[in-house]
């Protein structure tokens, strides 16, 4: 998703995963140049990345720092494999082919785990590297329909000019919200001197709503049955079935994302409920580790309520991918890449407004990599 986002004006060099199913997603839509290593992070070695990178980019997993993980952090076997990831950052410095720019993404909950700790060890681990660096929040939904933010913080190599425009002097609450300001505060002296406000301009509004991405004919899910459907109301509370009756009384279609979730009644025992929303949002697509983690909607139309799970398709379509790439057939496994990615119209604009002036320096604002859509597609059709 990352390489969708940064399109033509990037040639990717070297990429890794060690999922097979996002594998062949990826080799279906870019082709097999042999560029993507399917192995896990601790077993690449530095030789195996060629050239010196303009930017390398890694979204680690999130699960040992997310607010609804374990809480192992940076020490947690799946977040855990920032280290190895971090060891080859330090080789390819120790063979003198830093990268302009080191780029990660994460989960919001980095920025706490550990009481903070480990948001400082990666802010020293930049620093050591030789890099200053600053981080910026952006939610998912200025962009797609989707309630999503995330965490990236932006490393650049100390010997390289930063465009004046891309730093701010201080907190701007769009782009540096408390919990950001409250980490980066906590930051030891040494590393305050290494920090960078990143700051771009506010995108334009979203103009698609939750219901704009909805499939006329879904063929990776089924409607529910009536039964089904009341099932899931009966799961409400008053307040969750206030906001279906409300949709009901709307003279159009009204789409809402449900959610499962564990609520404690009046007596403190544990219930399972069902929580929707009608802004026009989605909540935020998580990987299918339960049922209660798939994503399913209401859809209301003319007082008839009717439900589905979210199909493969329109959650794809919430983290802004094109239509032409290709999911697996599996659904949990369609669902998995889609929910375990980025959103790509943010990258996009990450990259626009800050990675790309980066990149070129202070005066030029676009990079010169001939390599276009078509060029993807011949390569597709070759293989």
């Known amino acids: 998703m990352v390489r969708c986002a940064l399109g033509h004006r990037w040639q990717c060099l070297f990429a890794n995963d060690f999922d097979e199913s996002k594998a062949r997603c990826y080799q279906n839509f870019f082709g097999d140049a042999g560029e993507l290593k399917v192995l896990d992070v601790g077993k690449v070695k ?11 980019w890694a979204s680690f997993p999130c699960q040992d720092l997310s607010l609804a993980g374990n809480g192992a952090g940076l020490s947690g076997q799946r977040s855990g494999t920032f280290w190895p990831f971090w060891g080859l950052m330090e080789e390819l410095v120790e063979q003198a082919r830093s990268p302009k720019l080191i780029v990660l993404e994460n989960v919001c909950g980095t920025l706490s785990s550990h009481e903070g700790r480990d948001f400082v060890s990666i802010c020293r681990a930049f620093s050591r590297l030789g890099y200053v660096f600053g981080a910026i929040v952006i939610d998912a939904k200025l962009f797609v329909p989707q309630s999503r933010p995330r965490l990236f913080i932006v490393g650049t190599r100390k010997d390289r000019e930063i465009p004046s425009y891309l730093v701010g002097g201080g907190p701007v609450a769009l782009w540096h919200p408390t919990a950001l300001v ?9 590393l305050s001197h290494d920090w960078v406000w990143w700051t771009m301009p506010a995108p334009a509004p979203r103009r698609t709503s939750f219901a704009d991405l909805l499939e006329e004919s879904p063929t990776s899910v089924s409607w529910n049955s009536k039964e089904d459907t009341e099932k899931i109301l009966r799961m409400m509370s008053e307040l969750n079935l206030k906001k279906v009756k409300a949709a009901s009384r709307s003279s ?28 026009e949002i989605a909540g935020c697509l998580r990987t299918p580790a339960g049922g209660s983690s798939r994503q399913t909607i209401l859809v209301v139309r003319r007082g008839e309520v009717t439900s589905r799970l979210l199909s493969a398709r329109e959650a794809a379509r ?57 060029r993807y597609k011949a390569v597709r059709e070759a293989a």
Do not use: C, S
Request: proline share 8%; hydrophobic share 40%; aromatic share 6%.
């Open 46 to 56: 530095a030789n195996q990345i060629p050239g010196i990178a303009d930017m390398v």
């Open 182 to 190: 409250r980490a980066a505060h906590k930051l030891p002296r040494d």
């Open 252 to 279: 159009r279609q009204m789409v809402g994302g449900v959610y499962r979730r564990t609520r404690h009644d009046t007596r403190g025992k544990p219930v399972q409920r069902a929580e929707v929303r009608f802004d």
């Open 318 to 374: 919430l983290m802004g991918l094109p239509d032409d790439y290709e999911l697996p057939e599996n659904y949990n496994a369609a669902y998995h890449l889609a929910g375990d990615g980025v959103v790509v119209p943010v990258v996009r604009y990450l990259a626009a407004q800050i990675l790309e002036p980066l990149v070129v320096g202070p005066t030029v604002r676009a990079l010169g990599v001939r390599q276009t859509r078509a």
